[in-house]
């Protein structure tokens, strides 16, 4: 406010109100007072902000000078308009999955045990040891063996084959290998595998053949190492046939005569038998037994072995093999 005149006789009050922003819009007001004597002066009433007219434009928490423009509405924006049109917001969760995606993904759920080969396909190994301790044949599993991808093993009735059973059904077989251990191989015994889609069969032999002594003791014809399993001699004839594990072809065979006046012949030979006589100089067969009869007995070819019969001190079979899964 400022006051203008001479000798106090004349007087000018300039009321500069300045610029009164109403709530909403930017409305001034300006207020000049001309008077005579201060006495007389009045000051006009402003309107209070409560006042004043409700704005029509945007609400603001500030003053807007006239020097400032109004803001401008921003225009929507579509996702196509920033470059995400293919953006999929739905969750995860909620997501459908095709058959072919499901398929890859259930093969790449579970790799615990899979190795993959350089064609992208899955394998799976087996790897054990397996040992006869006399009631049949177990995997080893103790604090210097463990069993890897193979849950039991199984004897045939026949004790002719193992059979272990694997703890996954393959697709393919890719290759499997059992071998003797030190103990069987130096015994001159040698294994074999037939194999399947979950299990593995294992059959063992002897390439050597048998070789075995034959004897009357008095009362029955005795084997001495036991792969001769029975010995019969007809009563009529004098024949004498001697059964024993069976071998493969070809097959050939001797007997040599221990007696100091009979010699022997043989007549014939099977898979599972050998057929001989046991006769005098005169070539007369004998037909009772005495305890003079005894020969030794030897088949050539390669024979099948019980597997009882592997049931060796510390004596393991050694298996090894990967399946496609």
Known sequence: MEWFGEGGLERRAVLNLGRIAAAGGG????????????SATTVPTV?????????????????????????????????ADVGLSEVDNTADADKPVS?????????????????RGTDGRRYRMVACAVRNSGLGFSLIDDDRHTPVGVVSTESAL???????????????VSSVVVVADETLSAAGYQLGASVGLN??????SQPAGLGDYVSWNGSAWVSLNGLVTST????????????????????????TSRSLTKRASMEGISATSTSLYLVDNAGIPVKTPTKDNRFWLTRTGARRVPMSELALPSANIWVYGMFEV
């Open 158 to 172: 026949d004790d002719m084959s193992v059979t272990i059973r694997m703890g996954f059904d393959g697709l393919k």
């Open 47 to 79: 309107p209070s902000p409560e006042a004043a007219p409700t704005p029509s434009g945007p609400a603001t928490d500030q003053p807007v000078s006239p020097e400032q423009p109004a803001p401008e509405t921003v225009p929507a924006l579509s996702k």
């Open 199 to 204: 299990s593995i069969t294992i059959q063992a």
């Open 232 to 255: 019969t001699m007809h009563k009529s004839t004098g024949l004498i046939t001697c059964t024993h594990a069976a071998m493969s072809e070809p097959y050939g065979g001797s007997v």
């Open 27 to 38: 409305l001034l007001a300006l207020a000049t007072v001309t008077a005579g004597p201060a």
């Open 99 to 115: 058959a072919a995606q499901q398929a890859a993904l259930d093969l790449k759920a579970d790799e615990t045990g899979i190795v």
